[in-house]
């Protein structure tokens, strides 16, 4: 092969890569690193994960294993009063129910504590990090705009000496909360705000998760993050595009302190319409009682889409399908509802329950008998087999699925009108039966014998086929129907004085009592099912044999769709 034919090859291959495998496979050309990949997902334990970490997991654990890399889970732990051993058990769940494996690779910012104190002397010993008493507000007020330089500290010029021991009296516990930080010298007129004597070290009196009472000075974030990437040899530290102008900073840090420099690559965050995904909001949502818990179906958190019926190979199809980006984009949450909707075809038997029952006889059906009849468990699988319905004389229908005096585009039951009953006959409408306040309480109905699916006769032709359970077979079972949590495109678009919580959709559940197939009655929690002619559901956490519970997943069809056309 000669080279311009090798250089056109790659660039053809470098077009179907997104940008952060581009510089990754440079990198391995380049033989960086001796060609290693080391990627990882660092969340900090002070929340629940959701769909956007979902997306940063997809693609860190993705990467490594695309380059036969390996890639570490580390929580980012450097602040104890937001954290919590809860969150760090739902985090490593979450992580592993999406299907990626951290093997031994388990790390903690906090086991680094040590080692950041070290980082941090020998940044005092270099004239490069000094012990500042300003407080927090007076450090904000005097650091400067961008287009106004900052004033140094008046404790900018203290010693060597003096430094050392008021870095090792902080840790002593000797201050207050506050009293002092320790503060890396760099340059207060830096047009970079983050290099302007950033903080490295705050004093906080409180319990840590795993440290307990060990320290009472904490790491920022700025100063931890980039330091542990190093302490693990990260080769591509990925994150969102907030961290693009730190970088400069961490790379001061790496070069003053002379450590291993992973190499920082910045994407666009995900974000999704009709869907709040900051944690503190979610925190808010989950506080103040709009929703009963991080798990709540209706959240976009990890936990709450699983409960939901979302499979991690939908999410991890959806992540595929949303790209990396480099400029901030919003999708269309439609896209997620496609993703599941699509896996859920191909893999959900299919059952018939209906939600809004109205009873219906069949006034020439034998009172006292059934029958079985056959369905195919799931028509796009074939060898998924078939299942058993039972038929009877009273079933129970939808009552959306029968109108009195229907206008013209009305194809469903109506009086003297003939539908098939799915799997089953063609019926004809013969009366309706009302209580005092005009509700209809009874659909009375013939039904063609001849007609029955599967036998010559059911070739007949009729305009609609409704679907149905026997009165006397079916489950009763409470059935969760979700929707979008929120019923603006932009949850955090509010009229003044009010904020996202405004926009919580008033019909994001409606619970009902239902009826479904018998033959459903071995169910295990997050069993799903494809309801006939309704919708993907699963089986919830709360439910019991003699009370089963459903969650709606999503509808068959996107109802939304009208909205937003991409
Ligand atoms: P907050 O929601 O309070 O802004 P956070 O989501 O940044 O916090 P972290 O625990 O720091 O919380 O996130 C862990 C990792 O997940 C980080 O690497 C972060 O870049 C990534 N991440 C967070 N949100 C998203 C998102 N929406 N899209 C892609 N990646 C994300
Ligand atoms: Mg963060």
Excluded at 52 to 66: D, M, P, R, V, Y
Excluded at 464 to 488: C, G, M, Q, Y
Aim: glycine content about 4%; aromatic content about 10%.
């Amino acid at each position: 092969m000669n080279k311009p034919e090798k250089k056109e090859n790659r660039e053809e291959n470098d077009r179907s890569l997104n940008f952060i495998e581009q510089i990754v496979e440079a990198d391995i050309r380049n033989k960086k690193n001796e060609g290693r990949v080391h990627t990882r997902f660092p969340p900090e334990p002070n929340g629940y994960l959701h769909i956007g970490h979902a997306k940063s997991i997809c693609l860190n654990f993705g990467l490594a294993e695309k380059y036969n890399g390996l890639c570490n889970l580390r929580f980012d732990d450097t602040n104890p009063i937001t954290e919590s051993v809860e969150y760090v058990d739902s985090i490593k769940e979450d992580v592993r129910w999406l299907g990626f494996d951290w093997g031994e690779r388990l790390y903690f910012a906090s086991d680094y504590f040590e080692k950041f104190y070290e980082f941090a002397v020998r940044l005092i010993e270099k004239g490069k990090a000094y012990v500042c008493d300003l407080s927090s507000p007076q450090i904000a007020e005097e650091r400067g705009t961008p287009t106004r330089p900052g004033k140094k500290s008046p404790y900018r010029s203290r010693t060597v000496e003096e430094n050392l021991s008021l870095f090792r009296r902080m840790r002593e516990g000797e201050f207050g909360n506050g009293e002092k930080v320790l503060r890396a010298k760099i340059d207060m007129a830096s047009p970079n705000m983050h290099l302007r004597d950033p903080v490295m070290y705050r004093i906080i009196h409180a319990e840590h998760h795993r440290t307990g009472n060990k320290w009472c000075i904490y790491p920022t974030y700025d100063f931890a993050h980039g330091q542990s990437d190093s302490i693990e040899k990260i080769t591509h530290s990925i994150c969102t595009l907030e961290f693009e102008v730190h970088r400069p900073l961490y790379e001061w840090f790496i070069s003053e302190l002379e450590i291993f420099p992973s190499r920082q690559i910045e994407f666009a965050r995900l974000e999704l319409n009709y869907t709040i995904m900051s944690k503190r909001k979610l925190m808010q949502l989950v506080n103040e009682g709009y929703v009963k818990g991080w798990d709540d179906p209706r959240m976009p958190t990890i936990s709450g889409l699983r409960r939901r019926g979302y499979t991690p190979e939908a999410i991890r199809n959806f992540a595929v399908r949303v790209g990396v980006a480099k400029r901030d984009n919003i999708i269309d949450v439609a896209l997620l509802e496609h993703s599941i909707r699509e896996d859920l075809n191909k893999r959900s038997p299919r059952v018939m329950a209906v939600i809004n029952p109205v009873r219906l006889v069949i006034t020439n059906y034998p009172e006292g008998k059934s029958e079985e009849l056959e369905a195919p468990v799931n028509p796009e699988n074939p060898d998924a087999g078939k299942r058993q319905l039972t038929f009877s004389r009273e079933l129970f229908i939808e009552r959306d699925d029968f109108m009195e005096d229907p206008p013209k585009k009305f194809f469903r039951l109506t009086p003297g009108r003939e539908v098939r009953l799915k799997y089953a006959y063609i019926i004809k409408c013969e009366d309706v039966i009302k209580d005092i306040s005009g509700e209809i309480t009874e659909i009375r109905c013939t039904y063609d014998p001849e007609t029955r699916s599967g036998t010559p006769g059911s070739t007949r032709k009729v305009k609609s086929t409704i679907h149905w359970v026997s009165a006397k077979h079916a489950k009763p079972a409470e059935i969760r129907l979700f929707d979008r949590l929120f019923s603006n495109e932009n949850p955090d678009e509010a009229e003044e004085e009010k904020d996202f919580k405004s926009n919580i959709n008033p019909d994001s559940l409606k619970i009902v009592d239902g009826y479904v197939e018998p033959e459903l009655f071995t169910l295990n929690v997050l069993d799903r099912f494809q309801f006939e002619r309704l919708g993907y559901f699963c089986v919830d956490n709360s439910s019991t044999p003699d009370r089963p519970v459903f969650n709606r997943t999503v509808t068959l069809r996107d109802a939304w769709a009208k909205i937003k056309n991409r």
